[in-house]
């Protein structure tokens, strides 16, 4: 008789999935999640209930602001399959002990502040959605910007690379990384940083042109260029403070000067460029 292998049966830990559910709640100002942010004061799982304890980096940030998050995080908790229960609270804020009665009582953003709600919270989303959407602007233009000075740079160096074998690896290595947030078009050039920058601004331009809410193609564009630029915002960081530094070192060795990266105000403004039709 054949033994039968015996199954292991992988039972999800329901604290990791509440705080990757977490993870999906983002700061409305900045757009990033609220876990990278370290708003997550605490966990606490009991059996099937979940207690969730946020804290704000300051106690007077804006009560719509700080209601949207917690609401936020109690949705996507409520979501995860196997939670029975959920307890969200905002801890020291100058509001906690309202946002707390009100997502106790689901009395939803307009209960819980009465009169003081001047907007829907689907209004509320919206103005900083537009927030995000600007914040996401703000970053492609100085990526963009400092990742074009060091391409020009880089350009400028290959002529006098050709006496330093060295020097001539280093910048084929960083030219090589740095080649996709500067070259392409289109779906061909994923993390393009200025085709990125193009279309977030075009999609700004059609979402101030219009008084009706975005649509979900509009929503969904947007989602995706957001996730592109974070990819390509993490692929210019990486860069940065792991080839940058070597490239200098090569550079000095050779006797020229470090590359320069620009900061914000060394920035020009320029055109938004070609960008695809927006839905």
């Known amino acids: 008789m054949t033994a039968v292998p015996a199954t292991t049966v992988v039972v999800p830990d329901l604290e990791s999935e509440v705080r990757a559910a977490l993870g999906g709640v983002v700061d409305p100002e900045l757009d990033e999640p609220i876990t990278d942010l370290g708003f997550v004061r605490s966990i606490r799982v009991d059996g099937a209930d979940v207690e969730v304890h946020l804290r704000l980096p300051t106690s007077f940030c804006a009560p719509n602001f700080a209601y949207l998050m917690a609401a936020d995080a109690q949705d996507a908790v409520a979501a995860v399959p196997g939670v029975a229960s959920v307890v969200v609270e905002l801890d020291d804020h100058s509001d906690s002990e309202i946002i707390n009665r009100g997502l106790a009582a689901a009395a939803g953003y307009r209960g819980t502040f009465g009169h003081e709600a001047e907007e829907s919270l689907d209004e509320l989303r919206a103005t900083f959605r537009r927030k995000a959407h600007t914040a996401a602007m703000e970053r492609a233009f100085v990526a963009n910007g400092q990742v074009q000075a060091v391409h020009e740079q880089l350009q400028a160096l290959d002529s006098k690379a050709t006496a330093s074998p060295a020097l001539a690896t280093a910048l084929r290595d960083v030219a090589s990384k740095l080649?996709?947030?500067v070259e392409g078009e289109g779906e061909q050039a994923p993390m393009n940083l200025s085709v990125l920058g193009s279309e977030l601004t075009a999609l700004q331009a059609d979402l101030?042109?219009?008084?009706?809410?975005?649509?979900?193609?509009?929503?969904?564009?947007?989602?995706?260029?957001?996730?592109?630029?974070?990819?390509?915002?993490?692929?210019?960081s990486q860069l940065r403070n792991d080839e940058l530094p070597r490239l200098d070192a090569a550079l000095k060795t050779a006797r020229l000067p470090a590359l320069h990266i620009p900061a914000r105000g060394e920035i020009a403004a320029h055109d938004a460029g070609q960008s695809r039709e927006m839905p």
């Not at 509009?218 to 630029?229: G, M, N």
């Open 179 to 181: 080649s996709p947030l």
């Open 208 to 236: 101030e042109g219009s008084d009706a809410a975005p649509t979900a193609p509009q929503r969904e564009l947007y989602a995706t260029d957001a996730q592109r630029l974070e990819r390509a915002l993490q692929a210019w």
